[in-house]
């Protein structure tokens, strides 16, 4: 990830002044006091952002970007942000004092953008159970291979191929379609968000047809820059751990667009990451990998990295040209390319049958993770400002 210009020299300060004592040393901290304490829990929960992300970015070839590894992309941001959210309700003293109050507003400003890569993400998931119907239907069109096939089966999977097709280049037209017909995760909880009401419920439906995944998370990303030294100092250090959860917000919903099909996708994000920080590393190593899979494999307005999405391309691409070229009576290489085809797009199927519903559970999840913990900040950061009127 490219680091913002002039930003070494403030880096390499603020990676200095992160911790009295080193990551290898944070178990031995002694609680017996307020500030040790403190400095306990945020050293292991720099700690535990680190090894998670260190697990995700070292994910072997054949289920890195598959649905299960988005799974747990998704699980280790809910478990970051609930241990994120105790840190705030443990220091309720600090995060309502400034500077650190400005802080925690922004993060929860960039969360509610956040909110509309949930609702896109799962108009994503929606689209790709469209087209595993299509494939679903040539799969039930060819049957059981084993007896004669016939030019009716073939004319069936062929209609249900070119279905796909349309429905997979048809990127705008249908992701706009799902935008009108679905509803936000958080259509029931847009209410209790009393604090901006207006600006909330802006976001609280899926994304209109002029909404872009692009500048969403460009926007998400402005202005993310690592606390100054004073301002680690003046916040006793909590200015740490509201910037990793900024970064790891990011890198999250940035992983989502990459994965899964949302309108105008984008990859190019200014993401500037201390180096000094533990967890700077593997999420570096994440952001090249899926960097260098989208030069692989991506092409403009494609409909998105999962492996899953690949499989469905080439699966179906090679049946086309299988059936396009087919004679009757069927060669016998012919029935064998067909029968290893067709068993392909069955493990496809079945990973979308087994893969989907749970995906979109862990999306619907962290939007709901994101407002509990927005609409709970908001309450103490707002009667912290009445009382001091």
Partial sequence: MPENQGSSSSLSSFGRSLFGVRQEQVHSVEASHESDSCNLELGLFQKRVTDRFQDLSVASDEEFLTISWIQKVLDAFILCQE???????NNKEHVTKSPLDRMVSEFFDRSVKALDICNASRDGIEKIRTWQKHLEIVFCAFGSTKRALTEGQFRRARKALMDLALAMLDEKESGSIFSQRNRS???????????????????????????????????????????????IAATSRLAIPVYTMNCILLIVLWTLVAAIPCQDRGLSIHFSVPRQLSWSTPVSVLHERITEESKKRERRNSNGLLKEIHQIESSSRRMTDLIDSAQFPLADDQKTQIDCDVMELMHVCEALRNGLDPLERQVREVFRKIMACRTEGLDYLGTSSHNEQ
Wanted: aromatic residues 8%.
């Fill in 185 to 231: 995760f958080g259509r029931h909880n847009s209410s209790k968000d009393h604090h901006s009401t207006g600006h909330s419920r802006s976001h609280s439906w899926s994304v209109s047809r002029s909404w872009s995944a692009s500048k969403q998370l460009q926007s998400i990303a402005n202005n993310l820059v690592p606390p100054r030294p004073t301002e």
């Fill in 83 to 89: 241990e994120f959210r105790a840190i705030l309700l």
